[in-house]
């Protein structure tokens, strides 16, 4: 049951330098969303997507771009990597409907130097 | 936008009973309550959901208040391995788009 599956799982840049997250489901979800967590804070949604070609900021979207050109994928892009970007980041899907759960990736921790 | 209110942290002791508050008086009518847990170094896992009634699972219950306006997760015997972060969260903006807006949630503490 591979669910929801981000990678990579670590990764160090240096400031200015870019990368994708890329964050798989395989339980056909409509919505996907990337979350970022810093030391000892709760999550804060950064972009997500309601369906495939379809994307959305959250509450922290700036210094990033994500797309979704397939379903089951959604990928978070840094074009110029900063420190205030060290975090970790989350990404998680859902089916449609307002009862439905939302099932979480184990997680990238990115640290930009 | 839809918030809720929880404390930080909470302490309990292993093999008792545990009352997890949360404040949402912005619910809207269709809005279910989410509880989310988070162990430690581990992504976000899903906990229990409702809408209006009391709801139970082999997790936990969630005793919901007849206004809607508040709601407590109820772990009925703590363990160790409940120690964790837990997010009481709701859809925003209220009646909006699927997008769940977490908190900083309440540090469960259980003390052996």
């Known amino acids: 049951n591979a669910g929801v599956t981000q990678t990579p799982k670590f990764r160090v840049l240096k400031t200015g330098q870019s990368m994708t997250l890329l964050c798989a489901q395989d339980?056909?979800?409509?919505?996907m969303y990337w979350y970022r967590q810093d030391p000892g804070m709760g999550l804060r949604l950064i972009h997500y997507?309601?369906?495939?070609?379809?994307?959305a900021k959250g509450e922290v979207p700036d210094g990033y771009n994500v797309s979704r050109l397939k379903k089951q994928n959604f990928l978070l892009g840094l074009e110029s990597a900063a420190p205030s970007q060290t975090s970790v980041y989350f990404c998680?899907?859902?089916?449609?409907?307002?009862?439905?759960?939302?099932?979480f990736g184990s997680g990238t921790q990115l640290s930009v130097l | 936008d839809a918030k809720t209110t929880q404390p930080n942290s909470m302490e309990s002791n292993e093999e008792e009973p545990v009352h997890l508050p949360c404040n949402h008086s912005t619910i809207s009518g269709t809005d279910y309550i989410h509880w989310y847990r988070q162990l430690p170094s581990q992504g976000p896992e899903y906990v229990i959901h409702g809408l209006t009634s009391n709801v139970n699972n082999r997790m936990a219950s969630l005793a919901i208040a007849e206004d809607r306006k508040s709601s407590t997760l109820i772990l009925h015997r703590a363990t160790l391995r409940d120690a964790a972060v837990y997010y009481c969260i709701l859809r925003d903006p209220p009646g909006g788009t699927y997008k769940y807006i977490f908190g900083t949630g309440t540090r469960l503490k259980v003390l052996a």
């Open positions: 339980m056909n979800h409509e919505y």
């Open positions: 997507s309601v369906g495939e070609g379809t994307t």
């Open positions: 998680a899907s859902s089916d449609e409907g307002m009862s439905e759960k939302l099932f």
